[in-house]
């Protein structure tokens, strides 16, 4: 697939086509350590021009791959050599936010964090926040279904896209999803689209939905003591009395001081780290909930006083910044992203620190504690034959403990085999319908989520007349 030959793509697409090396190169890579040589960028100008171009790489065969913020860590937006790359960073507008409905329409292009500043004046937030928020964009986080610490008490992005706008791979525009609160007829065509990698259709329109912005949020950082029981922990505060719970996350001691060493503490020094937050209507309500939080904990083993800010989301970005330090300290290394049911989070730890010593690896641990999420980092070179071990140990682990292979990231290139495990045969032969429907030929970025097979063909190659544009 792909190949030069008389492209013709400058003169299929209104948008702007770029091929100078420098860009090829940024557009070549995300934030995992997989690279690629695209032939070209193209920044379409409407949705009439993606059909467009997809009627043209439908004609070449060649691979077209939508793209963000490219922060994916898996290979999610990495192209395939001499594939075409679809940049949406520039629709990046908020077109509209009605407060009433606690709905805003938005380009996929936009930034969640520019999102979420144009949402404050109404008193209004969208809740997914990865930790990639001031990088990653709304059409990027429904490829891969991402979400953040709050996920905890707001659930994924999954939760909180009402419609889309997508050109689907066969050239034809469909509208998924309505304006309304809720919705049932029949099977959820909306959510198919959402975790899908680009592999389906390209999203030119989003209607997310919004919630009330707590007037406060407070954030605390809890020392825990060398054994406490992260599965105890994490099943009291599930089972918590306490109201306003929005995040129970966990940074292990190794990265705590990696944290720590960069001048950005969130904690004292040499343990790890409970990182919580509390939402309330007023400061009062908040350090009462706060109090009732250290009651549950106490009764975990868990008695240091935690410290405290007033502004959740600064704890978030200092949490966020574990990923850039441990890359300034360990450069490429294995980023994994698994979650076990929670009653199994110890036997998980146990297992990931015995990958560590059979393998000589250092390991580096935090995640999203409430929901049994978490990111094992080992230095280790992800491309090399101890990397690969390390992998698969840890997916493996994931999977035997009935866990996931991804709680947020996504499969992308890096692990579609144990997507497939995860999945299993029939289901996966499920996908690829869907993916020979939607995608006829094949062309949407061809390599992610899925292992390439050659899809069987669809009842109908050609583009049909579209009902919108
Ligand atoms: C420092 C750091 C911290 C991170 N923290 C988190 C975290 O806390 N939680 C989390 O879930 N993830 C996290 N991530 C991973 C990553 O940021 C997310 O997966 C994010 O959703 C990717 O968004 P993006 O805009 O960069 O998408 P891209 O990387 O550009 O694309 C992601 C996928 O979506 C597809 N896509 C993009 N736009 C469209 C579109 N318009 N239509 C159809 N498909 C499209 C792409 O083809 C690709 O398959 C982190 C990454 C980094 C580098």
Redesign the pocket.
């Known amino acids: 697939m792909g190949g030069a030959g008389p492209w013709g793509l400058e003169s299929a697409v209104r948008g702007r086509v770029v091929r100078d090396p420098e860009t090829l190169e940024r557009v070549g890579r ?2 995992s350590h997989l690279r690629s040589r695209p032939a070209a960028v193209v920044y379409p100008s409407d949705p009439t021009d993606v059909r467009r171009l997809i009627r043209w790489a439908r004609g070449r065969r060649v691979p077209l ?9 898996d290979g ?2 990495v192209p395939p050599d001499g594939g075409v790359v ?1 940049d ?2 520039e ?1 990046d507008a908020v077109e509209a936010i009605a407060p009433d409905e606690r709905t805003a329409q938005v380009e ?2 936009v ?2 964090l520019a999102l979420q500043r144009r949402l404050a004046q109404f008193g209004l937030f969208y809740p ?6 001031a ?15 709050r996920s905890f008490r707001y659930g ?2 999954r939760a909180w896209i009402r419609s889309l706008d ?1 050109v689907l791979g066969n050239g034809r525009a469909v509208r998924l999803g309505r304006a309304t609160a809720k919705r049932s007829v029949g099977p959820d065509l909306l959510n198919l ?1 959402v975790g ?4 389906l ?4 329109d989003v209607t997310v939905r919004l919630a009330r912005r707590p007037p406060v949020r407070l954030g605390l950082v809890v020392p825990l003591p060398p054994r406490a029981s992260l599965a105890t922990l994490a099943a009291r505060l599930a089972r918590s009395p306490v109201d306003g719970l929005a995040a129970v996350e966990y940074v292990d001691r190794s990265t705590a001081e990696a944290l720590s060493s960069e001048g950005t503490p969130i904690g004292p020094p040499g343990s790890a780290w409970l990182l919580l937050e509390v939402e309330a209507d007023e400061a009062r309500e908040a350090e009462g909930r706060a109090e009732r939080l250290a009651v549950v904990l106490a009764r975990c083993g868990v008695t240091a006083r935690a410290e405290r800010f007033p502004d959740a989301d600064e704890l978030w970005s200092r949490r ?1 910044a574990s ?2 330090a441990l890359d300034r300290r360990l450069g490429f290394r294995i980023r994994e ?1 698994v979650a076990v049911p929670i009653g199994r989070i110890d036997a998980l730890v146990a297992r990931l620190r015995r990958i560590a010593r059979a393998e000589s690896v250092p390991l580096y641990l935090f995640g ?1 504690l409430g929901e049994g999420s978490l990111h094992p980092n080992f230095a280790v070179r992800p491309d090399g034959p101890t990397g690969g071990r390390v992998r698969s140990a840890t997916l493996g682990a994931a999977l035997a403990l009935g866990g996931t292979v991804s ?4 499969i ?1 290139r890096l692990k579609r085999s144990f997507a497939a495990r995860e999945l299993g045969r029939d289901a996966v032969d499920w996908l690829w319908a869907v993916k020979s429907w939607c995608d006829p030929d094949g062309i949407l ?1 061809p390599g ?2 899925l292992e390439p097979r050659r899809p069987p063909r669809g009842s109908s190659r050609s583009p049909s007349a579209s009902r919108r544009s």
């Open positions: 995300d934030a791959v939508p793209r963000g913020g490219g922060t994916s860590l999610e937006s679809v949406l960073s629709w996929p292009g930034i969640n997914p926040n990865p930790g990639s928020w990088r990653s964009t709304i059409g990027g986080n429904i490829g891969t279904n991402a979400s953040g610490p994924p992005t997508v689209l899908s990698e680009g592999t259709g390209i999203v030119t966020g990923g850039d992203d999203h709680a947020e990231h996504g992308g970025n992610a989520l």
